[in-house]
């Protein structure tokens, strides 16, 4: 059939599957590569040698070496789940005291010293960052925290209507909500504001908000400035943030740790599971490294070039944002213009995805029949959380439809010849999630070595900061050349040296947002005036 590659006969189905899986044991997760389109050339020759080199690469990179050539970085995620495999002892001894800190803190908690200002124990966790500070702690709550989970609130962008809308929704008052700040330069525009607006919330509430408050930073930053007193009262806790820990990677430290711990997640087991999968994508040959695998699968079905989008569906509700964590993590990774040489190479790996069986009624329609621009990532997890589950008709249960409809959709795409890979897990639980998060990061690093990119820089997103920071620049600008002589957008942008288009979209929206800023003339840009109340002196 046109467009569609031969399709296994069961038996060699068979055989792929006992051939080309990887096994990790404890906790139980297999790798299932049967449809995966996998061949014994990707592990032979320059194809394996490649694959060795980037083992190399990782096992230089968890000993300590640069990793961000542009900043004079380590990266050391590796180490937040093995401190000893640290380079230095003093990062060994930061880890293991973060440890302890938290433990101090969760003791203080449950015992009772830690109280919200109206004496009542706290009840509610309101979260403030963005990105991995955000996606991480999400994930966690959603698939581990249980019923828990309703008792966080997490503020992850500028939206003043989501904010406004967030803090109105919280079950609790003010005074019971512990808030957790989250950034390691303490500059981040959108954890500032999200800070800002719930330090006026408290204030409104006549509540100090630092009487309710833990900051995980970097140590000087300009919050542990503000968290150890600078600006009033020292807040609860201060955790510390590591220079050479990501925003993406950061989930196995005290941005992870402290959201576990406060949801009653056990912290310990998740980094255990991370721990044991690190152990198993070290091993060498590479063709029995479940990252090594998986990795080489994403370089076959993308041509090493980010040719077909990594479409995630995992058939458990509990991982619905595993896709999204996973966007952030390849996404921000591999989304790259230049490789370590120079040379322009425009590189990436597109992520997207729900989960099953929902997108069985969406876009898996498209998967089956329309382009072979993708493949897939099953997560398929054997246990339920009810075993005794009532029956929905003789003999089944609603998990046995569930897995049934993966196993369906599998098939499905198998007959079109649409490759996929699966992740299968016992179950999951703190151990599994671990061990998952710690796969996906050594994948994406042995994947970068394969098409010779940094994995751990991300010029782009500080080009899209500085230009944001260039229109708040031009803001103030235009806000002090108003005036009560109406002018246009164009007539404003020439005489402050900025681009009439940038001029008209700043305008627009300030004389919606601005009582002194007044719009008139015609609804056309060109033709629309701007100009601003007169002042009155008191």
Same mark, same amino acid.
Request: glycine share 10%; charged share 25%; proline share 5%.
């Given at each position: 059939?046109?467009?569609?590659?031969?399709?296994?006969?069961?038996?060699?189905?068979?055989? &792929?599957?006992?051939?080309?899986?990887?096994?990790?044991?404890?906790?139980?997760?297999?790798?299932?590569?049967?449809?995966?389109?996998? &061949?014994?050339?990707?592990?032979?020759? +320059?194809?394996?040698?490649?694959?060795?080199?980037?083992? +190399?690469?990782?096992?230089?990179?968890?000993?300590?070496?640069? $990793?961000?050539?542009?900043?004079?970085?380590?990266?050391?995620?590796?180490?937040?789940?093995?401190?000893?495999?640290?380079?230095?002892?003093?990062?060994?001894?930061?880890?293991?005291?973060?440890?302890?800190?938290?433990?101090?803190?969760?003791?203080?908690?449950?015992?009772?010293?830690?109280?919200?200002?109206?004496?009542?124990?706290?009840?509610?966790?309101?979260?403030i960052g963005i990105g991995g500070s955000a996606l991480g702690p999400q994930l966690l709550a959603d698939a581990l925290a249980g019923d828990a989970a309703r008792g966080l609130t997490v503020l992850d962008n500028t939206d003043p209507d989501g904010i406004q809308r967030?803090?109105?929704?919280?079950?609790?008052?003010? $005074?019971?909500? =512990?808030?957790? #700040?989250? %950034?390691?330069?303490?500059?981040?525009?959108?954890?500032?504001?999200?800070?800002?607006?719930?330090?006026?919330?408290?204030?409104?509430?006549?509540?100090? @908000?630092?009487?309710?408050?833990?900051?995980?930073?970097?140590?000087? %930053?300009?919050?542990?400035?503000?968290?150890?007193?600078?600006?009033?009262?020292?807040?609860?806790?201060?955790?510390?943030?590591?220079?050479?820990?990501?925003?993406?990677?950061?989930?196995?430290?005290?941005?992870?740790?402290?959201?576990?711990?406060?949801?009653?997640?056990?912290?310990?087991?998740?980094?255990?599971?991370?721990?044991?999968?690190?152990?198993?994508?070290?091993? &060498?040959?590479?063709?029995?490294?479940?990252?090594? =695998? @998986?990795?080489?699968?994403?370089?076959?079905?993308?041509?090493?070039?980010?040719?077909?989008?990594?479409? #995630?569906?995992?058939?458990? +509700?509990?991982?619905?944002?595993?896709?999204?964590?996973?966007?952030?993590?390849?996404?921000?990774?591999?989304?790259?213009?230049?490789?370590?040489?120079?040379?322009?190479?425009?590189?990436?790996?597109?992520?997207?995805g729900n989960k099953g069986s929902t997108d069985q009624h969406a876009y898996v329609q498209q998967l089956r029949d329309g382009l072979d621009s993708f493949f897939a990532i099953f997560v398929r997890v054997l246990e339920d959380r009810e075993p005794d589950a009532p029956?929905?008709?003789?003999?089944?249960?609603?998990?046995?439809?569930?897995?049934?409809?993966?196993?369906?959709?599998?098939? /499905?795409?198998?007959?079109?010849?649409?490759?996929?890979?699966?992740?299968?897990?016992?179950?999951?639980?703190?151990?599994?999630?671990?061990?998952? #998060?710690?796969?996906?990061?050594?994948?994406?690093?042995?994947? /970068?070595?394969?098409?010779?990119?940094?994995?751990?820089?991300?010029?782009? #997103?500080?080009?899209?900061?500085?230009? /944001?920071?260039?229109? @708040?620049?031009?803001?103030?600008?235009?806000?002090?050349?108003?005036?009560?002589?109406?002018?246009? /957008?164009?007539?404003?942008?020439?005489?402050?040296?900025?681009?009439?288009?940038?001029?008209?979209?700043?305008?627009?929206?300030? $004389?919606?947002?601005?009582?002194?800023?007044?719009?008139?003339?015609?609804?056309?840009?060109?033709?629309?005036?701007?100009?601003?109340?007169?002042?009155?002196?008191?």
């Open positions: 059939m046109t467009g569609e590659r031969a399709r296994p006969h069961e038996d060699d189905l068979w055989t &792929r599957y006992t051939s080309w899986r990887a096994q990790l044991e404890d906790p139980a997760i297999e790798l299932d590569l049967a449809d995966a389109d996998m &061949r014994e050339d990707d592990f032979t020759g +320059d194809a394996g040698a490649a694959i060795d080199a980037a083992l +190399d690469a990782m096992d230089r990179l968890e000993a300590g070496a640069v $990793a961000n050539p542009d900043e004079g970085r380590r990266v050391g995620h590796y180490w937040l789940r093995a401190p000893a495999r640290a380079p230095e002892p003093a990062q060994d001894y930061a880890i293991e005291r973060s440890w302890a800190q938290l433990d101090e803190f969760a003791a203080r908690l449950d015992g009772g010293a830690l109280k919200g200002s109206d004496g009542c124990p706290f009840e509610h966790v309101i979260w967030a803090l109105a929704q919280l079950p609790c008052p003010l $005074a019971r909500a =512990l808030v957790v #700040v989250v %950034s390691k330069s303490g500059s981040t525009v959108e954890t500032r504001n999200g800070m800002r607006e719930v330090m006026h919330a408290y204030a409104r509430a006549g509540l100090e @908000l630092a009487a309710h408050a833990v900051a995980i930073t970097g140590e000087g %930053s300009t919050l542990d400035q503000l968290a150890a007193g600078g600006e009033g009262p020292p807040w609860l806790a201060r955790f510390p943030l590591w220079s050479w820990v990501g925003g993406r990677t950061s989930v196995c430290s005290t941005v992870g740790l402290v959201l576990m711990s406060l949801l009653g997640i056990d912290w310990r087991a998740f980094l255990a599971g991370a721990a044991a999968m690190d152990d198993a994508t070290r091993a &060498r040959p590479a063709r029995r490294n479940p990252a090594a =695998l @998986l990795a080489r699968m994403w370089h076959r079905q993308a041509g090493g070039r980010g040719e077909k989008v990594m479409v #995630v569906l995992p058939y458990r +509700d509990r991982l619905v944002l595993l896709s999204r964590y996973l966007q952030q993590l390849i996404m921000e990774s591999l989304g790259k213009r230049l490789d370590r040489a120079g040379q322009e190479v425009w590189q990436g790996l597109t992520v997207l029956f929905v008709e003789p003999g089944v249960r609603s998990g046995d439809c569930l897995d049934g409809f993966y196993l369906g959709t599998r098939a /499905a795409l198998r007959e079109r010849g649409r490759a996929s890979a699966t992740l299968v897990l016992t179950r999951l639980d703190a151990r599994a999630l671990g061990a998952i #998060v710690a796969l996906f990061e050594r994948a994406v690093g042995l994947y /970068a070595e394969l098409i010779n990119i940094n994995a751990y820089h991300q010029p782009g #997103v500080e080009a899209g900061k500085q230009a /944001a920071r260039a229109v @708040l620049e031009a803001q103030a600008r235009l806000l002090a050349a108003l005036s009560p002589a109406p002018r246009t /957008a164009a007539e404003l942008a020439a005489a402050e040296g900025l681009a009439p288009f940038t001029a008209w979209q700043i305008l627009r929206r300030l $004389a919606l947002t601005r009582a002194d800023v007044q719009r008139g003339g015609g609804g056309d840009p060109s033709s629309t005036t701007f100009s601003r109340r007169a002042r009155v002196e008191p």
